[in-house]
Nanobody, 124 residues
Framework: QVQLVQSGGGLVQAGDSLRLSCTASGRAVGSSNMGWFRQAPGKEHELIAA????????SYADSVAGRFTISRDINKNTVDLQMNKLKPEDTAIYYC?????????????????WGQGTQVTVAS
């Protein structure tokens, strides 16, 4: 059984940093496309960062490029999202997700497994 368990998140001030972590069981993060999505109130899921299975190619949404970094630890089987210079518009529920290596990774439907979600709130 595949499980993705998230940790981190919380309430911070604009300009602060947070680190989210996603621990996988039943599936190797190094062999999976892994993504971080977020969903703000009234909005759809937005892919903000992804790391491909195998080679570990990373990609970012324009809204977070240069501020957020996705990384993985194959030994710990975790995928982290380091978020710096947070803005109020980053406020959302954040989800990690796992999809098939070599497959598409841009849309929520490309992912088979999801974490429980973590609230991130950035106060101005």
């Amino acid at each position: 059984q595949v499980q993705l368990v998230q940790s981190g998140g919380g309430l911070v001030q604009a300009g602060d940093s947070l680190r989210l972590s996603c621990t996988a069981s039943g599936r190797a993060v190094g062999s999976s496309n892994m993504g971080w999505f977020r969903q703000a109130p009234g909005k759809e899921h937005e892919l903000i960062a992804a790391i491909s299975g195998g080679i570990g190619y990373t990609s970012y949404a324009d809204s977070v490029a240069g501020r957020f970094t996705i990384s993985r630890d194959i030994n710990k089987n975790t995928v982290d999202l380091q978020m710096n210079k947070l803005k109020p518009e980053d406020t959302a529920i954040y989800y990690c997700a796992a999809g098939s290596r070599g497959g598409p990774y841009q849309h929520p439907t490309d992912y088979n497994y999801w974490g429980q979600g973590t609230q991130v709130t950035v106060a101005s």
